[in-house]
């Protein structure tokens, strides 16, 4: 079990599957390996579960160690420090099968390899292992390896998920299946449908058998599978010996797998190997097996009628035209193919070198961090600390990591120029039930090595007091690092405990609209917005710079109390680099099929933006009413609530628009293109902004018509005489329906138009230029090199 000996590495193989003990356990051992395999002594009931106790297996082990091992419960309990010491001193790698549950107990444990073997699950893994306190004891493990045996069952895992899966290995049916290989009767059949429901006292299950009693109480089907009772329905076959069982596959008319949750159970893919074709509803993993149109998909209860009765007399040129279309899917778990695959990658994964993952310590909770989540390289550049320590700014939106506040786009984009232009590390503050999410969100700059995240932890008696010292033992943490000399803070009123850092601080202000605006509430209350300000002054005080977007804010921040006249110089603009331009995913054909239901083929307005009083979305539903008149199809798309700012939802219920308005909340990014691409227009009455709306950048990025107030923040951005976008008089309700028909009319005119002003955008809002500016304000502008300071310096 060491590098060099002649003795074959052992391994640890949790699972107790009737099929995996059949066949991936004894491959194991002919590839050469010792493997021990506990008893499942477990008191849950599973139909799945072999429970003979292997005496006799092949093992090099101590007697005494055997023993023990083979007669504690490894599933679903903890697993005692002397199993534990076991485990280390004799194994060299474990392999957990199936359940996340027993993962839990051995990540607990055991400190060498750990291989996570999946086969699909009518949930999201990730989720579970997040929710059970698992992911972070994964992520600073340092060798740990998943391997699914399909593609398609990670497709809504989370990313870090998929980041762990070391390769896909198919799953193999039962040597037994292969004798009745391509027997099926055809024509003399016995008059049944076979279908597999298993274990009905299960809650799963019974839903199950509700659902397809409800749709197919036909009595030609008969219904396999083990249960702890007999259920009170004829067509119940029940368990059988494998030998019968196969043979009443092979002499039915055909096999209807009708679960359509996300996962794929044997019974369908041995009646294929037998040669008995397969009808499926549409939903499951098997579905997702197939191309679009295949024969076997039943895609209503009519499409089931028809192709069952098909079957059942015999039609031999359909059947015929299913068994094709299902060889594909067949193929995936032939043991001929299977067991090559299976035999590389993990032969590849037991015996490659340990991993030796260097571990770091975060300060202030002595907790070990895996290598992807602090940084290895550059130990000797400074760090810059980021603050983002508040839950809610980052989401998964479709299985995908998004923002959902403009903080984290911001901050993305800080490192992004800081990881593109310096050798500048970074430090981002997340909340510790936020930490998988934030993994996620920036796992592409943590796998460079130059990025951390630092949890807060949640240690205290109740929600204020957690948040109290969660957030003054962040600040001791930063003011403890030697390597940390320069501190973002992403907004004015948000972090307060940032009044007691030691460090340089830069205040990033985009806007201040309580200043623009002082007759509109911005955060529930007076009392509220003039406490905020104070908290914001008093950061701008202590701030050796404030970063912001445009010389507009610039232009009031002595006004608005932010600065001094004297100390204006420490303002610095930073135009926000095009956002629409970072590389979004493709969207999932799922998720673009559920937008186009949801719009219905309609034209619509959008603008996506949360409702604030500046935004004037009450004006948008009167602009969205007009044009109703002549386009009664048009609709509106937002993703803000309209009861945010009171009367706005009163003006809706009044012009009749609650049923015209698509409301998307917290969509992901490949989303937000999608819809941007889709748009009449983008359709921006806002009366102020404090920067060049980055709706404006992402519209042009995506090819979207822009109709927009004519706002200073624009007009002072373009060169004279650029009047190149569809700019509004504010508040003119003729001006912008009539923009909005020159958009649809002359739509490819107006994106042409618009080419111009994105090649302007490009230089301006480029990344090098951000990237000047943002060192600059944190202390470091010698930190470019030549060829970026020029560019930012233009």
């Known amino acids: 079990m060491t590098k060099g000996s002649d003795v074959p590495k052992r391994i640890f193989w949790l699972g107790m599957h009737k099929v995996l003990r059949t066949t991936e356990l004894p491959q194991l051992r002919d590839m050469g390996y010792e493997v021990f395999s506990p008893a499942y002594i477990s008191d849950v009931y599973d139909q799945s579960a072999d429970r003979a106790i292997d005496f006799d297996q092949p093992t090099t082990l101590p007697d005494d160690v055997f023993a023990e091992l083979l007669a504690h419960n490894f599933f679903y309990s903890s697993i005692p420090s002397h199993i534990g010491d076991y485990l280390n001193q004799y194994f060299d790698c474990v392999i957990v099968t199936i359940n996340a549950d027993w993962l839990r107990s051995i990540v607990d444990v055991f400190k060498k390899r750990i291989i996570y073997r999946i086969y699909g699950q009518p949930y999201s893994l990730s989720e579970y292992i997040m929710k059970s306190g698992t992911w972070e004891k994964i992520m600073v493990h340092g060798d740990f390896h998943i391997v699914p045996f399909a593609a398609e069952t990670t497709e809504f895992e989370r990313p870090w998920f998929r980041d762990l899966c070391a390769g896909v290995v198919p799953y193999q049916i039962p040597d037994d299946v292969f004798d009745f290989t391509g027997t099926w009767g055809g024509a003399s059949h016995n008059g049944t449908i076979a279908t597999s429901i298993p274990n009905v006292e299960n809650a799963y299950y019974s839903s199950e058998y509700r659902r397809f009693n409800s749709a197919f109480p036909h009595r030609v089907f008969r219904i396999y599978g083990p249960q702890r009772s007999t259920p009170d329905d004829t067509r119940f076959v029940g368990a059988l010996r494998r030998q019968d069982f196969l043979g009443r596959l092979r002499d039915s008319a055909g096999f209807f797998y009708n679960f359509r949750d996300p996962v794929c159970y044997l019974a369908p893919i041995e009646s294929m190997q037998i040669g008995v074709p397969v009808l499926f509803a549409p939903g499951s993993l098997l579905h997702r097996f197939y191309p679009d149109k295949t024969p076997g998909l039943i895609r209503n209860q009519i499409d089931a009628e028809r192709k069952i009765k098909l079957l059942l007399n015999s039609d031999a040129t359909f ?105 500048l590390r970074c430090a981002i503050t997340c909340t510790e039930t936020s930490v998988s999410v934030m993994y996620d969100f920036f796992r592409d700059y943590v796998a460079s090595g130059r990025v951390e995240l630092i949890p807060i932890p949640a240690t205290a008696i109740n929600e204020e007091v957690i948040q109290s010292i969660g957030k003054m033992i962040v600040v001791n943490h930063i003011n403890g690092r030697e390597d940390i000399k320069s501190v973002l803070v992403p907004h004015y009123y948000l972090f307060p405990e940032s009044l007691f850092l030691k460090k340089r601080i830069t205040l990033y202000l985009p806007d201040y609209f309580p200043y623009l ?16 300000k104070e908290v914001g002054v008093a950061i701008a005080k202590k701030a050796a710079n404030i970063l912001t977007n445009s010389d507009f804010t610039r232009s009031y921040l002595p006004a608005a109390g932010f600065v001094r006249p004297s ?86 219920d009044d012009l009749g628009l609650e049923q015209h308005i698509v409301f998307m909340r917290r969509v992901g990014d490949d989303v937000l ?82 080419a111009a002003v994105m090649g302007f955008m490009r230089e301006r809002n480029s990344i090098a230029v951000f990237a000047g500016k943002v060192a600059a304000s944190l202390g470091y502008g010698d930190a470019l090199s030549r060829e970026i300071e020029q560019c930012a310096s233009a």
């Not at 605006?517 to 905020?532: G, Q, T």
């Not at 803000?640 to 009163?650: F, K, M, N």
């Open 319 to 423: 059947a015929a035209e299913v068994i094709e279309s299902q060889e594909p899917v067949r193929q995936r778990y032939d043991r001929e193919i299977v067991r090559p695959k299976f035999e590389r990658l993990f032969r590849a994964l037991i015996d490659r070198e340990p991993a030796h993952a260097p571990c770091l310590v975060f300060d202030h909770r002595s907790i070990p961090v895996r290598s992807p989540l602090a940084p290895q390289s550059g130990a000797g550049s400074d760090t810059v600390a980021l603050l983002m320590h508040i839950d809610g700014l980052v989401g998964y939106a479709g299985g995908k990591p998004s923002a959902f506040e403009g903080i984290p786009r911001v901050i993305e984009a800080v490192v992004s120029a800081l990881q593109a232009t310096t050798d």
């Open 517 to 532: 605006m002082p007759e509109a509430i911005f955060d529930i209350s007076r009392e509220k917005d003039i406490e905020n």
């Open 567 to 652: 100390e204006a110089d420490k303002v610095i603009v930073a135009p926000l680099p095009l956002l629409g331009e970072r590389g979004v995913e493709q969207l999932s054909r799922d998720r673009e099929t559920q937008l186009k239901a949801e719009i219905g083929g309609r034209p619509y307005l959008f603008y996506p933006t949360a409702v604030r009083p500046n935004k004037n979305i009450g004006f948008f539903l009167r602009v969205l009413a007009e044009m109703r008149v002549k386009n009664p199809d048009m609709i509106a798309v937002l993703t803000g609530d309209l009861r945010s700012v009171p009367g706005v939802q009163e003006i809706c």
């Open 673 to 754: 293109a999608w819809l941007y691409r889709h748009a009449v227009a983008l359709c921006l009455t806002s009366s102020v902004e404090g920067n060049f709306p980055p709706q404006v950048l992402e519209a042009l990025a995506y090819g979207c018509p822009v109709v927009s107030t004519r706002l200073p923040t624009i007009t002072e951005v373009l060169p004279d005489g650029f009047e190149m976008l569809l700019l509004c008089n504010e508040r003119d309700q003729a001006d912008f329906t009539r923009k909005i028909d020159i958009a649809m009319e002359q739509r490819d005119q107006t994106l042409l138009r618009q």
